[in-house]
């Protein structure tokens, strides 16, 4: 009899305690100010509406709809609810053991690997600095397939590939460029 008693008296307690972690899918997200709102429908199609997505510190994401997301209700109250995470299976990358990676939808990627920094990207990619960019290492190498230009304010030259030659321009902005010679230069091995 207690034990039914104490059993009936802590029911309320378990059942908020197993109403306090939820999964769902998430139907939008939408900037609202300094804050991610997440439309969120729970499992059974329990609609959860619009939810704060907390986002850590320097990191911003944006993940498309159908993304899942892990929920925490403050008292176990569904109507209490912060979106913690939002995690895409669909655009997962596999990593080694002690791999990190940022990537999106479209193939680009940042991965520290365990041999060093990776970045890639199907779209162009574009390193800007107000003040020094500074590339430094024991040995740089800048490959091009096709274009090499290089620009100082508008002072410059452009190597472009003509399949077995390549051409050579110098130019400066607003004047008729230099002649263009074309060279064939000798294929120098670089190392990986």
């Not at 944006?62 to 939002?86: C, D, I, K, Q, T």
């Not at 920094?117 to 020094?132: F, G, N, Q, R």
Request: glycine share 10%; with cysteine.
């Amino acid at each position: 009899m207690v034990r039914r008693l104490i059993a009936a008296a802590l029911q309320p307690l378990r059942d908020r305690l197993a109403m306090m972690v939820g999964r769902g899918v998430l139907a939008a997200l939408e900037a609202d100010g300094g804050l991610m709102r997440a439309g969120i429908k729970g499992i059974d199609d329990e609609v959860l509406g619009e939810r704060d997505y907390v986002l850590d510190y320097g990191i911003s994401t944006r993940p498309h709809p159908g993304a899942e997301a892990l929920m925490l209700f403050l008292a176990g109250l569904r109507s209490n609810g912060v979106v913690v995470r939002l995690y895409d299976r669909r655009y997962t990358i596999s990593l080694e053991y002690g791999e990190v990676a940022i990537h999106d939808d479209k193939g680009q990627k940042v991965h520290l690997t365990r041999t060093g920094i990776a970045v890639t990207s199907p779209l162009d990619i574009t390193v800007a600095s107000a003040k020094t960019l500074r590339l430094a290492g024991e040995r740089v190498h800048i490959h091009a397939t096709k274009y090499l230009d290089v620009d100082c304010n508008g002072h410059g030259w452009c190597w472009a590939s003509l399949g077995a030659s390549y051409t050579v321009t110098n130019y400066v902005i607003g004047e008729v460029s230099s002649a263009t010679v074309a060279v064939s230069p000798a294929e120098v091995p670089h190392g990986d």
